[in-house]
């Protein structure tokens, strides 16, 4: 079945330590989403990838899309406390559907 | 705007009991979503709706029902608890177009749910 594989479940950085997580998907995506929740919070949006080897960029967070489109990383520069938090990738397979696909999210703990 | 708004917030639930998460938004948004979020886990979507009156089946429906009679509201029921729907829930909202193809997915707060 389609799914979304994320890796790694956990990590911790100190401040100050760069921060990189991964999607990966055995079939093409149409596109992929990332989202944040903070601890006890709800997911909200970052960003959105559509085209094959997009690279978006919002302050310190870089976000990429792969040439298959079937990975996905972001990439945290310099984390700050601020950063905690589980990071979700959420891929969609197909054009007009409904349903995104979540990876299972990796949980950043900066330490101070 | 309130956005997504869902109650109640927490419940505790017996083994065989009922009950309806609420959910509204006042964005005008035709898509709604109901989501569950196992500890650690991802989302899993249950139900979505793309208006009024139309529902769909999402990954894990069983245990499940909603209705979808405005635009606003899409309650989600659970018939007879079972301790395997203790999670958190969410419902979500989306703005139409081309499905989900970019267009934002906005979550409510959350349920937490405890079926013991």
């Known amino acids: 079945g389609q799914q979304v594989m994320q890796i790694p479940q956990y990590q911790h950085v100190q401040e100050g330590e760069d921060f990189t997580t991964y999607c990966n998907s055995s079939?093409?995506?149409?596109?992929i989403q990332w989202y944040k929740q903070r601890p006890g919070g709800h997911p909200v949006f970052l960003i959105q990838l559509v085209k094959s080897g997009e690279v978006k960029k919002q302050k310190r967070l870089t976000f990429q899309f792969g040439e298959a489109k079937k990975n996905s990383s972001l990439h945290i520069t310099a984390t700050q406390t601020t950063d905690v938090g589980t990071y979700f990738c959420?891929?969609?397979?197909?054009?007009?559907?409904?349903?995104?696909?979540f990876g299972t999210g990796t949980r950043l703990t900066v330490i101070p | 705007n309130a956005g997504v708004t869902q109650t109640p917030k927490f419940r505790i639930l017996k083994i065989g009991q009922s009950m309806t998460l609420q959910c509204t938004q006042d964005m005008n948004h035709n898509y709604m979503y109901w989501y569950r979020q196992d500890p650690g886990m991802g989302l899993k979507l249950i139900y979505y709706?793309?208006?009024?009156?139309?529902?769909d089946k999402g990954e894990v429906p069983n245990g499940y029902n909603v209705s979808r009679s405005t635009t606003e509201d899409f309650p989600l029921r659970l018939e007879l608890a079972a301790p395997s729907q203790t999670s958190v829930y969410f419902c979500?909202?989306?703005?139409?177009?081309?499905?989900?193809?970019?267009?934002?997915?906005?979550f409510g707060e959350g349920s937490w749910l405890t079926v013991v």
């Open positions: 979500a909202s989306s703005y139409p177009g081309q499905g989900l193809s970019g267009n934002t997915i906005y």
């Open positions: 709706s793309v208006g009024a009156g139309i529902t």
């Open positions: 079939t093409t995506l149409s596109n």
């Open positions: 959420a891929g969609l397979y197909q054009t007009g559907a409904n349903n995104l696909f």
